[in-house]
């Protein structure tokens, strides 16, 4: 772990330690293509950046086996960058444990794919995970998702940092990995493609790649006031940022049907867990009404709800005061107008006015958790991060400045691959190499990445969006070019060249909503995704050889 200051740094450059990593690596690049009979120099050698998008469970198999059929093929080694979004980044976070991963990378794919297949989720733990968690001021429904669905889906809770990354990044073996998230105040906004909406994760820095601002990663959650760092916090875990990078697989009703199971599962005894077991042995007022009221968000009908407002009014009548009753019963009239986040709000307003100052022995620490997380659901919190660039006085970063906090997510609300990332003129990419594992349209990640170029001037292939509508029956390869831009090579996952007539049956089949795979299911993922790299090496080889040619042309 680097040893270096606490710090902010302003510029568009790229970080020390990303011009060492890469400036090492060249050598390896140089080597690579050379043996695959393409003759250049550092003068003419292209920066070839991979990118995979987000898809779950789905992306992480897959980029796994696209980077094992390049290593196969001699093509892994000649690879500059690697970028991923979501459940790609799952991929790549496992794979920098390894040092050396690009030459171990056939056996860690046996590796982690056995630790897919097996059950080695505690329960227990994440219970655990979440309690210390909710002690921190900047707990947000993250937290839970890293410990109740990265880690269950994983197999694996994962304590190290990204900063301890480093050796893995700077010793020229590996390709640069970059991590992608986004600011979740600009997603949903018309300034989604602003400078200030990507936000980027490495093992040195990490920060707003648009803003030209970035703190040193093992820094990023500290507090700081003007530049200057205030109080030093603990970085966060790669469990905890796989839940950042890919908190996107489902919509916000079926996360809060999710989340709320678990609670109510604990709160009726079903989970094995003896601290909520304990709790539920306890019948008192407190713990009956917090399991009436996570019923009452989830009701399905009117009648149900009846039969649990019913309940809630016995318990409430002549507690605290009258005024918890009538609340009770205005909630249980304007029920059927209410959504669930307003239905979770008047829930935590009962819950404060009568029970806010009872405290009950076993089931207090259970209830104040879930508490937490009712709150953090109201809100819609992720990815709660003290801003490093809080009370920061340069002019470009107002509005942003002015919030102690930023709460980063899932880049796939955005754009579902991190070309904004890998296009930064910096980095002096050439060749995009896209492998899409996202779910419906497999170029909805180029018709989104044309528009972000458009409003921010970015150089990028002048693409004819209105000829790209075979959306259910794609090619395995597709090429974008031009003069003076990067060359893009996008791969859809399932095409008509490895799955013809099936690719709506792999669709359904591998789903993003998927928590776990079969052995052999796992295993036809991996194949699938293999036979992209495989029948399109010589497209790949020739689009290289092109670039290299023309540059020394014009050199």
């Not at 250049?40 to 094992?68: K, Q």
């Not at 605290?320 to 008047?346: A, F, H, I, P, Q």
């Not at 998927?514 to 399109?536: R, T």
Request: net charge negative; with cysteine; hydrophobic share 35%.
């Amino acid at each position: 772990m680097s040893q270096e200051p606490i710090k902010i740094r302003l510029s568009q450059e790229l970080s020390e330690g990303e011009k060492q990593a890469t400036e090492k690596r060249k050598v390896k690049v140089l080597r690579c293509l050379n043996s695959l009979g393409i003759a250049c120099d550092e003068n003419n050698m292209p920066t070839i950046a991979v990118l995979g998008s987000g898809g779950g469970l789905r992306a992480m198999i897959a980029l796994l086996g696209t980077l094992v059929e390049m290593k196969n093929q001699g093509l892994l080694d000649a690879v500059m960058y690697l970028c991923g979004v979501s459940g790609s980044t799952w991929s790549m976070s496992l794979l920098y444990n390894d040092k050396d991963w690009t030459e171990n990378v056939q056996n860690l794919e046996k590796t982690l794919c056995d630790a897919l297949v097996k059950d080695s989720w505690s329960q227990q733990e994440a219970y655990d995970i979440v309690s210390k968690a909710a002690e921190d001021e900047r707990f947000s429904l993250t937290d839970v998702w890293a410990s109740f669905w990265v880690y269950r889906t994983l197999e694996q809770y994962d304590q190290t940092k990204l900063s301890q990354h480093h050796e893995a990044s700077e010793n020229g073996t590996n390709p640069y990995p970059i991590y992608a998230a986004v600011e979740a105040k600009k997603v949903d906004t018309t300034d989604v493609n602003s400078p200030g909406t990507w936000f980027e994760f490495t093992p040195h820095e990490s920060g707003f790649p648009g803003l030209g601002a970035f703190v040193c990663t093992e820094g990023l959650g500290s507090k700081f006031d003007n530049g200057t760092l205030k109080e030093k916090k603990e970085e966060k875990n790669i469990c905890y940022l796989q839940g950042l990078w890919g908190s996107a697989l489902a919509k916000k009703e079926e996360i809060v049907k999710y989340l709320l199971d678990l609670f109510l599962k604990g709160l009726s005894g079903e989970q094995d867990n003896a601290e909520l077991k304990a709790g539920t042995q306890c019948t008192c007022d407190r713990c009956r009404c917090i399991l009436l009221l996570g019923h009452h968000v989830q009701a399905p009908d009117g009648k149900e709800s009846e039969h649990i407002f019913r309940e809630l009014k016995e318990i409430l009548k002549g507690k605290s005061s009258e005024n918890v009753y009538l609340k009770c019963c205005v909630m249980s009239e304007t029920w059927g107008s209410k959504t669930w986040k307003e239905r979770m709000m008047d829930c935590i307003d009962l819950l404060k006015m009568g029970f806010g100052e009872m405290l009950y022995k076993g089931v207090w620490n259970v209830c104040t958790k879930w508490w937490e997380i009712f709150t953090c659901i109201c809100h819609w919190r992720w990815g709660s991060t003290n801003n490093f660039l809080y009370q920061c006085g340069d002019s470009k970063f107002a509005g942003l400045a002015e919030n102690e906090v930023i709460n980063l997510i899932d880049a796939g609300l955005a754009i579902n691959s991190a070309y904004p990332l890998v296009l930064r003129p910096e980095r002096k990419v050439k060749l995009i190499l896209s492998f899409d594992f996202s779910k419906g349209n497999p170029f909805e990640t180029i018709e989104k990445t044309v528009k972000y170029c458009e409003e921010n001037q970015i150089p990028f292939p002048k693409i004819d969006l209105e000829k790209l509508t075979d959306t259910d029956n794609p090619s395995d390869c597709y090429i974008f070019k031009g003069q003076d831009v990067p060359t893009v090579m996008h791969f859809p996952l399932f095409n008509n060249k490895n799955c013809p007539g099936e690719i709506q049956d792999f669709r359904n089949r591998f789903s993003i909503f998927k928590l776990f795979y079969q052995d052999d299911e796992v295993k036809q993922l991996l194949d699938k995704a293999k036979l992209n790299v495989y029948n399109n090496m010589k497209v790949i080889q020739r689009e290289i050889q092109q670039m290299v040619s023309s540059s020394t042309k014009n050199f």
